[in-house]
């Protein structure tokens, strides 16, 4: 099993530029999660699907921030336009989340953003 | 006040001690108690999952969860180089919401 998959795992671009992280969740899992680490903030939820649709966006920051997850096998994180202080570590995890079970989210590496 | 403290550390032990990891909470409606590692530049990883009130033990690893006090802690006994790494608590409402983490303790094992 490769695990969640995230690229790029690095990223370095300009602020008011456009940015898309891309994530291929585990094989079989129906619940995918996109989250943002900082040292202020810490580990923060943006956003989670099930069965490919969006449940709960609460916690994307801005406008700026979209996510899609077109199928079962992949999604997208997009930033547009980036600004400096989106500069963080983007993770995303997936799980299989049946009826009334409790499920287990498995990260992927994640990838670094820096917006200068 | 966040929801979920935890000190940062970083905690530096001998290689062989026991290591308290801890987290306080203020919401009495929590009822899943998780622990995480994370090794730098990774992402975390689930280590133990536990259920309301009581203790879990995994090998080297004990997780203990008292709701009366609102305070989690994780132990891990006959510390290990390998066990160096982010520490990071995490908590939710119910089986299907969403998770609340902790900030993280960095803990360094000594050779």
């Known amino acids: 099993d490769a695990g969640v998959i995230q690229s790029p795992r690095h990223e370095v671009t300009e602020m008011g530029q456009e940015v898309t992280l891309r994530c291929k969740p585990i094989s079989g899992h129906n619940s995918l999660f996109w989250y943002r680490q900082t040292m202020m903030r810490g580990l923060e939820l943006l956003i989670y699907f099930n069965n490919n649709v969006p449940i709960d966006d609460s916690g994307m920051p801005e406008d700026r921030f979209s996510a899609k997850m077109p199928n079962a096998s992949f999604s997208t994180l997009k930033i547009q336009p980036s600004e400096p202080r989106d500069s963080a570590v983007y993770f995303c995890?997936?799980?299989?989340?049946?009826?009334?079970?409790?499920?287990?989210?498995?990260f992927g590496p994640g990838t670094r953003l820096t917006v200068l | 006040q966040k929801e979920v403290e935890q000190d940062p550390g970083p905690l530096s032990v001998p290689e062989g001690a026991i290591v308290s990891l801890n987290c306080t909470y203020s919401n009495s409606a929590f009822q899943y108690f998780m622990w995480y590692r994370q090794y730098s530049r990774k992402g975390p990883e689930l280590l133990m999952y536990t259920y309301s009130s009581g203790n879990k033990e995994d090998g080297r690893f004990t997780a203990q969860v008292d709701k009366s006090s609102k305070y989690i802690s994780l132990f891990i006994r006959d510390s290990q180089p390998s066990d160096s790494a982010t520490y990071l608590c995490?908590?939710?409402?119910?089986?299907?919401?969403?998770?609340?983490f902790g900030s993280g303790t960095r803990l360094s094992i000594r050779p």
């Open positions: 995490a908590m939710r409402y119910s089986s299907a919401s969403k998770i609340i």
């Open positions: 995890a997936s799980s299989f989340r049946g009826t009334g079970d409790t499920d287990t989210q498995y």
